[in-house]
């Protein structure tokens, strides 16, 4: 068992073997003209022959290498986008596909993107598997502004209110974003409808809830 699976929480088995590896890497460009080129990649590779309509895979073959490029202005408006099938299980017929992916273009990254995707290119309008890798790009391309865009000093910070990490009431941001804290400060006495709720909550519990063990 490799340590990064182990680290992941796999399970500690007794035995087990490798059937497939899935791997999408994201690289993102700035432009000199001030856009971000995003290019992204989605393999699928077996560890033993598979067998298809379209004659056999050998083991350590892609059985799908797809790439997706977006470029995105400022405000991840996409400007630009384009996919083709390098590896692809029925040759002609899953790679013609690639020009459609022009439909992305005018979507937004940061505006319900990726159903904007499904719309366009869900089902038998598209592939599976490019608009699988669409949907990893709205983080990758905010991760990627991260540190080289500078923010709005006066604008609540992108990341937060977006994972539980950053909820605006909790302690990492108390402790790292306080102007954008919303939650109770130190010392604040609880309002007295919030106490009035408290009390009424706990005699309305049942007495199973307020009994306590025996010594």
Known sequence: MSSSSADAGAPQAAGRRRLHTRTIVVEVYARDDGLLDLEARLT???DHVLPLASGPRPAGEPVHDMHLHLSVD??????EAGARGQAVPYAGF???IG???AALKGLNLLKKFRQAVMQAMGGTRG????????AVLPTVAVQAAAGVRRPDPDAQPFQLDRC?????????VR???PRWYRGAR???????????SSMAALSNAPRDDLKTEPA
Do not use: M, R, W
């Open 44 to 46: 699928d590779v077996k």
């Open 74 to 79: 400022p405000e991840f408006n996409v400007v």
């Open 127 to 134: 592939c599976t598997h490019i608009s699988e890798l669409a």
């Open 175 to 177: 402790q790292f974003y």
């Open 94 to 96: 899953c790679d013609a």
């Open 164 to 172: 539980h990490a950053l909820v605006t009431n909790g302690e990492a």
């Open 186 to 196: 130190a010392g604040a006495a609880a309002s007295p409808s919030s106490a009035q």
């Open 99 to 101: 020009p459609s992916y």
